[in-house]
């Protein structure tokens, strides 16, 4: 079921064409993945969700309530965790929690509760009485995000989450972020300049540059549709002409070569690699390594956009 559904988003600034009939679903409790090069068009798109811009066509509706007819109710449902760390560094982190879930209007002992939840599952519970301005920057960030789900949204918006963090901040926000997922329903829009990050977390992703789709779908889909065909490499001692010809005779091989004792596989969905080993263990031929060589993200969106995603 989608949750979130942009609809035909053109945005002009000027004579610039920033976002050029943009479309796309996101499913409940799924996290998506929403990547392009600087200058994309990414910020501005999200500034048009979160009602900061309006578009010049299209519409968007979250949580079935049209952004621009019925802006309050969509924004009730928005979780948003900026780019910019936005905290106030005189007070605590209790203090800002309790100023940020008081802007939700929450109150009383909901309010105290949900501080505490949020502490909790951001890890900061120790740090509550320190004052933000001696944070280091993993911690400002988990804050940051611990302030957006004070009223537990059903979409949170993450807008580079994990810029400048160390790898402690980093682990609790990829574990926060899968959790909040699971066991409170909602949905993720991820958004980031790691495409490892991507890559881990998320299934789907939309891939924009230069204000255009240029690539939707699930990651194996994108990949397929770049990269058909991946490779496998055998290393193994006395391999024979008979042995090759054998293997070329497996389903789902599309090449095979040898060359300096190794064995190289191009592949497609239908490959199983036991199918090669059973083959292998007849000529009684001891295999000193498998590697399997699959098409990455990053080598998917360079490919498609002619950029890395810093650009």
């Not at 780019?83 to 203090?95: F, G, K, P, R, W």
């Not at 933000?132 to 009223?151: E, P, Q, Y």
């Not at 990050?197 to 779908?217: H, M, N, Q, S, W």
């Not at 008979?242 to 095979?256: M, Q, R, S």
């Amino acid at each position: 079921m989608s949750i979130i559904e942009v609809k035909n988003i053109t945005k002009r600034f000027n004579d610039k064409l920033v976002l050029d009939n943009v479309s796309y679903d996101v499913n409940q409790g799924e996290i998506f993945g929403f990547i392009g090069p600087n200058g994309a068009g990414k910020s501005t798109l999200i500034n048009i969700m979160t009602s900061l811009l309006t578009p010049d066509s299209g519409t968007i509706k979250i949580c079935g309530y049209d952004i621009l007819k019925e802006p309050i109710k969509a924004k009730e449902c928005i979780g948003y965790v900026p780019q910019d760390i936005s905290l106030i560094e005189e007070l605590t982190a209790y203090d800002n929690l309790e100023f940020f879930g008081a802007l939700y209007g929450l109150k009383g002992k909901e309010l105290k509760e949900r501080i505490n939840e949020a502490l909790e599952v951001t890890g900061l519970v120790e740090k509550k009485k320190e004052k933000v301005k001696k944070f280091s920057g993993g911690m400002k960030r988990r804050l940051n995000i611990a302030a957006a789900i004070m009223h537990h949204p059903k979409v949170l918006i993450m807008d580079e989450p994990t810029v400048g963090v160390d790898p402690q901040s980093r682990n609790h926000i990829f574990n926060f972020t899968k959790n909040i997922c699971k066991e409170w329903g909602s949905t993720v829009i991820y958004t980031s300049h790691y495409m490892e990050e991507v890559e881990e977390l998320c299934k789907r992703v939309f891939i924009i540059d230069l204000g255009k789709e240029i690539a939707y779908g699930t990651k194996d889909e994108i990949k397929t549709s770049v990269f058909p065909n991946n490779k496998v490499t055998i290393e193994a001692k006395d391999i024979s002409a008979e042995l090759i010809l054998n293997i070329e005779k497996v389903n789902g091989i599309l090449n095979v070569k040898e060359k300096n004792e190794t064995i190289i596989l191009t592949i497609d969905s239908n490959f199983k690699l036991n199918n090669v080993l059973t083959i292998i263990e007849q000529y009684g031929i001891n295999i000193k390594k498998i590697s399997y060589d699959e098409a990455k993200l990053e080598d998917v969106f360079l490919a498609l956009t002619g950029k890395t995603l810093r650009d």
